[in-house]
């Protein structure tokens, strides 16, 4: 009998301490920053960290990458991680410390992300969609992508500055997705959280900015994930 406890308490330790969600990384987070233009909202790495629950339940696997819109299609990419660990046998002081470290270095990537002067052009959509695809293949639990823009699309072919360019917008959205979608498909986004976090200086720029926010929004949604447009990112 005495053998037989010792072995159920073994296999009980190796479900506690050996857990395969130990090592998913069941919380992920993609931030895209607009580099093109001197951006109103900025993200800021505390308030982004709070907003993920880690108050209430500090133990879940952290993964956060960060990169930029500009007028390339190859920009920077930082991450930084923190393993999941198990509430039994974790210390929950160190933790807590782990997760300001995260935030610490978090800060540092945006920082180094900042505005640096106006560009020509503004390479957005596939900035933002190139990391939708890669959250979209992703098993992790929570998915959010926020990306701080204005959404204004600069390229050679489709130049959101032109008013003309709005109208069709307005008029004819589906030639704009085909046009954009042509350079980049979306895949099946079920589930992925995706904010559109910006904050309009004027009443004309937010009746512009909201026509292309509410495209992007129907055009995420058609793919399966849940847009919010806001000010400021808000776990619901």
């Known amino acids: 009998m005495k053998t037989k406890t010792m072995y159920a308490w073994a296999m009980l330790l190796c479900t506690l301490g050996c857990s395969p969600s130990e090592s998913a990384q069941n919380i992920e987070v993609a931030i895209v920053i607009d580099k093109t233009n001197q951006m109103p909202a900025f993200p800021d790495a505390k308030e982004i960290v709070s907003q993920l629950g880690l108050t209430a339940n500090p133990w879940p ?9 500009s007028d390339r299609d190859i920009n920077d990419v930082m991450e930084v991680t923190l393993d999941a660990e198990n ?22 990537c945006l920082d180094s992300m900042r505005y640096a002067g106006a560009c020509p052009h503004s390479i957005v959509y596939r900035a933002i969609a190139r990391q939708a695809n890669r959250l979209a ?6 998915r959010y992508l926020l990306v701080y823009s204005d959404l204004v699309e600069n390229d050679i072919n489709l130049n959101f500055y ?5 109208a069709r917008l307005k008029a004819s959205p589906g030639s704009i997705e085909k046009q954009l979608t042509a350079e980049l498909l ?34 995420f949604s058609v793919h399966g994930a849940i847009p919010h447009v806001a000010s400021k990112f808000m776990s619901l």
């Open 162 to 166: 032109n008013p003309q360019t709005l």
């Open 61 to 69: 696997g952290i993964k956060i990458t960060a990169t930029y819109a």
């Open 137 to 142: 293949d992703s098993n992790t639990a929570q």
């Open 186 to 219: 979306l895949k099946s986004l079920k589930g992925l959280q995706v904010w559109f976090i910006y904050s309009p200086a004027s009443f004309a720029q937010n009746n512009s900015y909201m026509l292309i926010a509410d495209y992007y929004s129907r055009l």
């Open 87 to 108: 509430q039994w046998s974790g210390n929950l002081d160190l933790r807590k410390a782990q997760i300001k470290l995260l935030t610490r270095q978090l800060q540092q």
